[in-house]
């Protein structure tokens, strides 16, 4: 539960460490095909594993229009601290992927690693023209089309703020843990090259960025999963 009283949704899987903790992309749950492939693996190898919804979200309480880059990032704090988990692998998809480094630069030397899939860090900033940012100013809200059957996707103008006061690839981002970056050169929402970006500006020396050529946006092809393991397996 949160200090607000807003109940929080988590699966904790027992298991050796470091634990596995699954960041959800934008609109998505812990019961996503990536986040429950990923869990299966772990669960089979006797590796913990924790995913969770944010606020809003999922099996999560709250509406998902009040949630910000800050209040996801504390919700993901908060469900850390309540599973009582020690060393941590981070896996973030997506906005994941950007609520990933909020997370480690919070928590610091408990991050042992962390794996991006298609990371979209400041997409506040580089999705979003001047008719998208006029519209967010005069209603507070942009509704877009989805291409993954959910409902349109709702761009609140406090996400996207927040988003801005939370940019990352403006400098030297000061995480030093291992780094796996996955991107698909197929990606239409997340160009592959802001992994490369993210990979130049993140202090760590043990960064590798990993380019599926023909993969999209989602990766949740079975030789897509088969990457992320490999990847995470290797870290573990």
Same mark, same amino acid.
């Given at each position: 539960m949160?200090?607000?009283g807003?109940?929080?949704?988590y699966?904790l899987t027992e298991? %050796?460490?470091?634990?596995?903790?699954f960041l959800p992309?934008?609109m998505s749950d /812990?019961q996503?095909?990536?986040a429950?492939?990923l869990?299966?693996w772990?669960?089979a190898?006797?590796?913990?594993m924790?995913r969770?919804?944010y606020?809003?979200?999922g099996e999560?309480?709250g =509406?998902f229009?009040?949630?910000t880059?800050?209040?996801w990032r504390?919700d993901?704090l =908060?469900?850390?601290?309540?599973?009582?988990?020690?060393?941590l692998?981070?896996?973030?998809?997506?906005m994941?992927?950007?609520? /990933?480094l909020?997370?480690?630069e919070?928590?610091?030397a408990?991050v042992m690693? /962390?794996?991006?899939i298609?990371?979209?860090?400041?997409?506040?900033?580089?999705?979003?023209?001047?008719a998208?940012r006029?519209t967010m100013?005069a209603?507070?809200r942009i509704a877009r089309?989805?291409?993954?059957?959910?409902?349109? /996707?709702v761009?609140?103008r406090?996400f996207w703020q927040?988003?801005?006061?939370?940019?990352?690839?403006?400098g030297?981002?000061?995480?030093?843990c291992?780094? %796996?970056?996955?991107?698909g050169?197929c990606?239409?929402?997340v160009?592959?090259?802001?992994?490369l970006?993210?990979?130049? %500006?993140l202090r760590s020396?043990?960064?590798q960025?990993?380019?599926?050529?023909?993969g999209d946006? %989602?990766l949740?092809?079975e030789?897509d999963?088969?990457?992320?393991?490999?990847?995470?397996?290797?870290l573990?």
């Amino acid at each position: 539960m949160r200090h607000d009283g807003v109940k929080l949704a988590y699966r904790l899987t027992e298991g %050796r460490g470091p634990t596995l903790v699954f960041l959800p992309g934008y609109m998505s749950d /812990m019961q996503g095909g990536k986040a429950t492939a990923l869990c299966a693996w772990a669960e089979a190898q006797g590796i913990g594993m924790l995913r969770l919804d944010y606020s809003g979200c999922g099996e999560s309480e709250g =509406a998902f229009e009040d949630g910000t880059l800050d209040i996801w990032r504390d919700d993901v704090l =908060a469900v850390i601290a309540d599973a009582q988990v020690g060393p941590l692998i981070l896996v973030g998809s997506s906005m994941g992927g950007w609520l /990933m480094l909020l997370v480690a630069e919070a928590l610091g030397a408990q991050v042992m690693a /962390m794996v991006g899939i298609a990371a979209a860090p400041d997409f506040t900033d580089w999705d979003f023209n001047d008719a998208d940012r006029a519209t967010m100013a005069a209603a507070g809200r942009i509704a877009r089309p989805s291409d993954y059957g959910y409902d349109p /996707m709702v761009i609140t103008r406090a996400f996207w703020q927040s988003g801005q006061d939370n940019l990352r690839l403006t400098g030297e981002i000061g995480i030093d843990c291992p780094v %796996r970056l996955i991107h698909g050169q197929c990606d239409p929402d997340v160009p592959w090259q802001t992994s490369l970006s993210l990979a130049a %500006r993140l202090r760590s020396s043990d960064v590798q960025t990993i380019l599926v050529k023909d993969g999209d946006h %989602r990766l949740s092809r079975e030789e897509d999963i088969a990457v992320l393991i490999d990847s995470v397996a290797k870290l573990v």
